[in-house]
Structures are given as C-alpha cells and as structure tokens.
C-alpha cells in the first residue's frame, strides 16, 4: 500500500456508509476504507502513513463551473481597491512588476479617485513612475476609465493627433497632449493593443489559478476558458493543457465546457475530432458551452416576459430558438453534450425546447445536457429538468449577490419557483456545485454555506431566503462531490470514497456535519489530495 | 419515436422521482419519460402506442444468480409427482415423449412407489410399454434410486454377468435378469452413458428457459451454466449462446457466471482471452464462479465451527485457504471478478481472506466480487462487505425452505446476524436478488415476498422471521432492479427507468407498493419488454 491515512473521521459519501476513519491507496486508487485497525494492517514497509488527527475527509470537491483561465489572468491584474492616494498605486504596481517580471503588459484594476486624498484621476505621468518600459493600463472601479502610461501610449501609436473615437473620449491637457486616459468607447484602443497571450502565458496562468485551486479542495473543475482568448484560437489552450499535463504540472482535474458560440466554430471543432470525454484522466474535453442569455443585474437575463422593475424589458436572448436548435442539435449529431448558461427562464425554456429537437432528431439520451446557473425558474421549467435528465450546474454563492435584487427584478410569484435547488434535487435531478469564479470566489466552503443557510455571507436575512428550498449539509456536500462527478460522467470513478475511484480527497480542520451552519464558511482546507498526492497542505 | 407506453404507473426507481405515467422508446433505448401529455407528444407516424392501463411499470428484473441451462435441462425432465400409480407414470412419460420428438433419450425424475397403488418399484418391463426405442432413466423423489427401460440397458451394455459396482446394487429377477434399477453407486453407470449434450440440445434448453423467464419478468439472468456440462466443456455452451444470440433468439441478457473449479480450467479459459465484461450487451462473460461450501440442509455449509444440531461436523469446505486464494488471485490478474457460493460463515471467511489478498497482491479494486447466498454470517462478516466492497447475492425465497431449519443448525446467536440482509443493505453493501433456479422457483415476485414479509410461501411464521431483517417492498424490488444491474457493472445502462438506458420494462397487474405484503406473491406479470420489443404478454 502506497499511502494510509487513518485516524480521521472519513465521510465517504456513499449512501449507508457510517463515518469510518482511514483510507488505503496504492497506485492513486481508493483500496480499500474502514477502520484504523482493518486498514493500518495493510501498510507494508513502503507504505507512508499520514496521521489525520481526528480531522475530517470528504471526496475531494468539483466546481462544476468556472473560468480557470480567466481566474489565472486576473491573478496577473494588480488590484487597487486598497489604495488611499497615488503613491499607494504606484508603489502597488511596482511591487507587483517586481515580482512578475515576464509581464509585458501590466494590467490593473479597482482605482477609484474618489477615495483618494488627491481626489484626481492618476495620469501618465503618474504611471510612469512605476515604469517607463512596461506598458500599462489600469481600470477603474467602474469598468468605464482606464488610465494607460506613456509606453502604452507610444505602443498604441496614440498622440495629440489622435482623434476620439465615436462614442468615447480620450483625455488631452491644456496644450492638447493625451493625458493616458480612454473613456468609454475609447477603452477598445487600450483593448486591442494587448498583447495576444501566448501559449506560455496561459500555462503560467493555469498553473497559478491551480495553485489557488488545491488550497480549497478542489480536485475537478469544469471551465470555461475558451471565453478568455479571442474566438477562434482554443488551440492555444489545449496545447497548454496538454503540455501542463506532459510535465506532470496539472494539480487539478479538468473537464473543458468549450464555448463555441457559432455554427461555424462549432463544426471546424468536431471536424477536428473533438466530442465530450475526449482526452485522458487529468484533462478531457467537456460540454459545448453557450451562452444563452445575460445577467440579473444588467437585466440581460432573458425572462420571456417583463422585468418588475423595468417594464421596458424582458431580458435579452443570444441566440434566436433556431440558432439554438441547430447549435445543440450539431452539438449532439458531434457527440458533444451541451452546457448552456441561463439565468433567465425565457433562456432556459429555450434551452430545453433546443435539447428536446436534439434528442427526438437525433436520440442520444445518455448525453448529459446541462444548464448552468438555473436561477429564474417556473414550475413549468423545474419539471422540465428531470423530464429531460438536464443537470443542473448551480452556485449557492450567488445568492450572497442576488438575494438583494431577484423579487425586485422578477416580483413575488416568479421568485417563489426561482433558485429552487432543493425542488430540483427532490425531483431527481443530478446537482452540481460550482462558484462561475472569478465572477465569485470559488470557495467551497462559502457555497456550502449558502446552500444550506439560504443567506448572504454577512448572514442576512435571518431564517434565510425561501427557507424551503434550503439543503442540508450533506445534500449541499454531495453537490460539490457525488454530484460533480456524475456531470462529467464520472460517477464510476469520483464523487465518493469508495474502493476503486481515484484518490482525490479532502481534508477539513473540522467536521462539517456538526457544524453549526453558519460557521461551515470558516471550515479551513487542510489538505488535498489528487491521485493519491498530496498537493496542498496547510 | 418507436413505440410509447402511456397511461400507466411508472415508478422508475431513479431516488427521488415521483411515480410517472409514460415512457416513450426509440431504437431500445427510453428516450424520455413523463406524464401522458409530455410524452404522447413526441408521438409520429411512425410510434406504436402501447396502453398500459393504468398498471405499474418498473424496470425489468435482474436474476441475480441462477442455472439457466440446468433450468432447461429441467424442463425436459418428465416430472412423476403427480403419477399415482405405475399407469400413471407410463401416460405422463408417453405424452412427454410424443411433445419431445427431438429427445435421444427420455429422463424422469420424482416417482415415489409409496403413494402407489401398486406399492412396489417399477421395473424395465412397465418402462418398455413407453418406448423400447428410446432409452429412458427415471430417478425416485429421493434421488438415490433409478430406474431405467431395457433400451437403455442395452446401450448401456448391462446384462445378467454385470456385477454390482463398489457401493451400489443393480436389482436383478428371480433369474439373474436386470430388472433396470440402479441404487447408490450403481446410478453412475446410468450417468455416464447420458447421451453427451449437443450445442443443438443446449440452444434449445436455453430458448426454452428463456421463453419461461420473459413470464416472469426477467431481463438479465446472471446465470452459472457451465455446472451442467462436464468440466473444460464450457465451449459448447459459449457458442449456443453465440448462435443464438446472432440467430436473434436470445430473449433475456446474460452474464455468464463461469463455473472454473480448478487452477488448470481457469488458467486454459483466461488463456483464451476471457474475461468479465466480454462480449455484447445481450451476452457477456460474468464472474469466476466458484462454489466454496455445500448446503445447510446436508450440513455441508462450512461454519467453521460445530453444528449446532450435530457437534461432529463443522461442514465442508471445498477448497483449502490456499487453493481459494490462488483461484481468486490468478482472477483477479486477469480481470475476472469472482462470484463464490458460501452458505456458511466458514466459507465466507475464507472467501473474504482470498478477496482481501487478491486486492491487495494485485489492486484492481472496482472488480466487484461477489459472495452468491450470504446465509450464515457473522457480525464482523457482515462488516466485511462493506469494506470489501463485496457485492451480496441474495436468494430472499431460500427463506420459504430455511426458516424451518436454521436455528437447528447454527443456533440462536448465529442466528440473529443470519440472512441479515436488511444490515447488509443499510451499511451501503450492494444487494442483488436472485432465486438459484432451479433450485428454487425463479418468481421474482416469490422473491420479493420473502424480502418484505420474511415469511415462508404458507404465510409462517406470523410477524415474520427475523423481522428487523424485513426489507421494503422498494428496497426489495431495488435489490431486482438496480443492485441486480450494478452488480454486472450495468448501471449506466440498465437498472432504473431513465433517459438513455435499454428499454428493459416490466408490467405487472397491480401496484406492487400499495398492495398488502402478504398478497404480493400473487402479483402477476403482464407484459416485458427487452430493447423496447415485447417479449412477453400475458
């Protein structure tokens, strides 16, 4: 036996099985749980034993949906929301530049004049102290302003002959030279003079977002990173994953949601061979993704009918149904399950009006179509998804964002039937946890606890938020393992610890099904385990 | 869509779901179910509506662990339980004779003089009034006696100078004359000059047992059949079951549980290239059976400790520890599971030990080896399951000719962890039912019964036997359905009602969850389906 750990309290997740306390591995396979005495007697001379201190071990978490490289990127964008004047922006930039030397651009964000004692906008001139050879742009708060230095100026070609853009502005003193500022519309000639990443920086940037990944106990994400590069260049991306994984550098399982939002993209993708399960153990490709509709917030959530508080709009849809339709019924033709992200109820319908055409043309009703988000809900449409075996990819931590927002924007009666996780588990419906990071943090811990607390992380509103749609802990749990797995059609060889399945495991400095429920969100990761490795400890 | 079943009682043993009314199936595979409305509307041109009537729809059962071929066998046995005299007998053999055209040699079994009016043995002469062209051999109720026709003599080549053999007795006349009965050792002399079965003969056994099983519901036997030929004879029967199969004949999936008692015979079969999962979706080679004790009604079941009822014997176990061990290793090195007949704890333990070394000598810890029966256990054997992940292979009819005995023969304390498939259930052990035919009646709804109520067929003892062993009617038809399907690695495919799955279904005439549990043995089978094609209507 290659490793033991014992003395823990092992939630194995497997519907029966009472808490056992060690766990036997050889070859990165599960060999066998049970007692300290049953599994201690394996252990051979080779065999490494890893005291677990009474502490608690799950089935190591899937986030079922994310953005790994995006995530990566923006560990590679300075952050200001710190900064109280500019010599504190200046002195950020320059410790992070130090640290980051293969930067050839530097990317921040989060400045905000407002709070600063000067109380103006940073300029050129200002940037140029942290450096003169680096080009960079930083964004405000807002998303509307970036401030770029006199570098980026000189390698956008901008100068005081330089004409504002319609619909945007760029900033010019008193004797007419651009100050390296670009407003609004202005921002694309920022945006288009970044330098393409290379096939190095996208390893370099999946490789820190992994390194974030382990320390939450994450051992599977499924990601969507094809949104980060222009469409079109995902080669790119699996030539960096595939070197990540010939260097033994992948920490984490990856299962690829492709967004190919065109026809023709998506058929130049299958015509190169590609379809869901594709690939090896440690990266496979994964659903077709879309995008069918916009966000809450922005009231681009297609609803199919008008906002509460903007009656002027419904939300608006991506695609046409037939756009759709032919998308998905490519997809299925291909080989490939769908993801679509749908936050409004008009996007969801028409996501499983496209699901149904697919399967009655073309019958391949194994293919785990799923919809990702599933916030605006009707009765209707939570039948729907067991109906046509649709899983559900969910973030629990959204609502620590939303619950302020959703009955103002969809009233009372829509509200009721919307965010109904527990509805959907009830029903048969397979359920998996993930976080849409960096959209939100991918904690883990924070989604469990959103879950079964139905409340916002500082706690509000007491009782929860549509109290009967509240899982408990082990349903919550069983989402980010049990239910991750069987998205990625893993349920033979993930999800539980079970003989058999990969060791991917994770460690809690406290155990989770005695928690109170407010306190799961300060559960600590101690460690994680991929394949029988250990690859975080705390 | 090919064909859609509606207005019924759909339960689709998926955790959760709500009972449903319709399924619709294209190509053998359920496509979707529904309510009548959702799924009528996938209706074409083209769909054959089958009405259910409002009766109950599950998934179409798994017998768990039977003899399909000595089942067929069987049934070209006359049977004389019923003969009350010597005329008697010679009208039923006469009518089975003239139905069985294809018959070189004629079999019986099951006279008893004593309910005779005649009250004496029959002899050659009353069997020639049958035929004297075709050799026939009838075995008395005790099976220690036989009886054969002077055709068979002749083939056999016994004549007044045969002597009697070393502990049996052939009766002779007044003048030295064989009267053709054969007693004790002497029987083997009948044995042997048993026509040799052809692959014809075998085709027609299976077809015919298969033609009974669709009756009663069944879709997947996992079936022990090379125990009906000679040892090393296996051949013939893989390629009845390969005609058949690419004759279109075979009407019930198999999983051939490979009868390969000795380290030679199991060496030559994976030398062949065999191996569990082999084959087809309506043909795959199963598990290394091995039997590792007797019975507990002769008191060969190995308990590893005195009889309760006889302190001379503690059973008999069929392999040394070492021989076990070896068999299930050189298995397990050549992805066979095993699947090992224990009725006694005994045998169960070395099972255990074997399984436990093998796992561990060789991991490959998602072969799911089986223990077939799992009578007499013992509180830390019912651990082992678990553990183990061994998959428990139930018999729950065995109940009706137990309950009687079992405290006789292993005491009381024993007794109370025995047949404790309620405990091995709850502590997450797969359990697959199956009734050992034809041993026993392969009535799944026997078998259920005896689950639910833990009463023998007549009803005793009131209250059940062992009640806290009762499982529910759910679990009962689980252990069916799902348990049967994980246990031949099928549950993707087989085992619930679920989109994507074959469409394997059953239709019984009354609602097996609400009907009292005394009155389920009485369910009847209305329709089953395999692929989606009936196989079978009442």
Redesign the interface.
Known sequence: ?DTIFYNGKVY?M?????PQSAVAV??G??????SDE?ILA?KTEQTELADLQGKTMLPGFTDSHMHLLSYGYSLEKVNFYSARCIDDLVTLAKDFLSQRPYLTWLQGRGWNQEYWKEGRFPTRYDLDRISTDVPMSFTRACGHIIVVNSKALEVMGVTRDTEDPFGGHIDKDENGEPLGIFREAARDTVYNALPDLTVEDIKRMLKNGMDELVKAGITEVQTDDFEALPPGQYQKILDAYHQLEDEGLLKVRIFEQCLLASQPLLEQFLAEGHHTGEGTPMFRIGPLKLMADGSLGGRTAYLARPYADDPSTEGIPVFTQEQLDQLILTAQQGGMMAAVHCIGCGAADMTMHAIEAA??AC?????RHAIVHCQITDQPLLEKF????VVAHIQPAFVDDDIPIVEARVGRELTRTSYNWKTL?????HIAGGSDSPVIDFSVMNGIYCAVTRQRLNGEPEGGWLPDQKLTAEEAVRAYTAGGAYASYD??VRGTI????YADLVVLDKDIFAAAPEDIKDIKIEMTVLNGKTVYRR
């Open positions: 036996m194995t497997e519907p029966g099985w009472e050889q070859d396979i599960i060999q066998r749980v049970g049953e394996l399967q009655l019958p391949k009703p194994d293919l067991a109906k046509l075996n588990q009830d029903s048969g419906v349920e033979r079970r003989n058999g399945k």
